[in-house]
């Protein structure tokens, strides 16, 4: 599914259009005509669905190169390895997750908690994969001819990250679990969790004049980004934190 030049929904569940997996956060295709990257990588249910999204749009699968995560959860990072081993594909993580990844520390990734609590199959286990590259604050990532600016953003989780995309005069941020439409947040009870480090993550784009945001799940917006970051500040602003869609 296109959503801009260069810019692909290829993956999301029953929490977004509902294209692959029930569980899936969205899955998004950055491809520049050549070559392209992942971000995201839902459970790993049903991951042959999102090769065929891929197909649909036009796109050849072997043209991509890479999986870059926000983050760990495993509704974000449980289809890596399938998608990984299939696509051949590099994986770009967030500073500081690499062991979890490769050794597979569900405890690490939140996995063991969620999956107690009902969040995810009693049998569902993380599959580990290789890491090739850590990335952290103002990293840049090549995509093709096209570049994406890291932005350490904790406070979903922890390590967190969001990627901007440049297109001229217009910015585009693929925001993961950080913020969400109408300022919408998501605030689990978990160690990694803090209302403190989200509203100071978010706090990196006051006034960003953000054209699109592409979160990890639900409503996405290619013209008013801003105003979703906008009213999750104004919230945070008053000593509140914004509504979390976990209450």
Same mark, same amino acid.
């Given at each position: 599914m296109k959503l801009r030049?260069? %810019?692909?929904?290829? *993956?999301?569940?029953?929490?977004?259009?509902?294209?692959?997996? %029930?569980?899936d956060c969205h899955i998004y295709l950055l491809h520049d005509g050549n070559a392209g990257a992942l971000i995201d990588a839902g459970y790993g249910f049903e991951p042959e669905q999102i090769m065929q999204n891929i197909r649909a749009d036009g796109i050849d699968p072997d043209s991509v190169?890479? &999986?870059?995560?926000?983050?760990? #959860?495993?509704?974000?990072? *449980? *289809? +890596?390895?399938? =998608?990984?081993?299939?696509?051949?594909?590099? +994986?770009? $993580?967030p500073g500081g997750t690499r062991a979890w990844l490769e050794e597979g520390d569900e405890d690490a990734i939140n996995l063991t908690r969620a999956r107690a609590a009902g969040r995810y199959p009693p049998d569902y286990r993380f599959q580990t994969f290789p890491v090739e590259r850590e990335v952290g604050a103002g990293d840049r990532i090549a995509v093709g001819n096209l570049e994406l600016e890291v932005f +350490?953003? @904790? *406070?979903?989780?922890? @390590? #967190?990250?969001?990627? &901007? =995309?440049?297109?001229?005069?217009?910015?585009? =941020?693929?925001?993961?679990?950080? $913020?969400f439409a109408n300022g919408d947040v998501v605030l689990n009870f978990a160690p990694e969790t803090s209302p403190w480090q989200l509203g100071n993550s978010l706090g990196q784009f006051?006034?960003?004049? &953000?054209?699109? =945001?592409?979160?990890? #799940? #639900?409503?996405?917006?290619?013209?008013?980004? /801003? /105003?979703?970051?906008?009213?999750?500040?104004?919230?945070?602003?008053?000593?509140?934190?914004?509504?979390?869609?976990?209450?």
């Open positions: 030049e260069n %810019v692909y929904l290829v *993956g999301g569940g029953y929490m977004g259009m509902g294209i692959s997996y %029930v569980g190169e890479s &999986l870059i995560l926000t983050h760990c #959860h495993g509704d974000h990072s *449980g *289809g +890596a390895a399938w =998608l990984m081993e299939n696509l051949g594909l590099r +994986a770009i $993580v +350490a953003t @904790p *406070g979903h989780a922890n @390590p #967190h990250n969001a990627y &901007l =995309l440049r297109d001229g005069s217009e910015t585009f =941020l693929f925001s993961g679990d950080l $913020v006051r006034d960003f004049g &953000l054209t699109g =945001l592409f979160p990890g #799940h #639900h409503g996405i917006s290619l013209k008013y980004g /801003q /105003q979703h970051i906008d009213a999750a500040l104004a919230k945070f602003d008053t000593l509140t934190v914004p509504r979390n869609m976990m209450s």
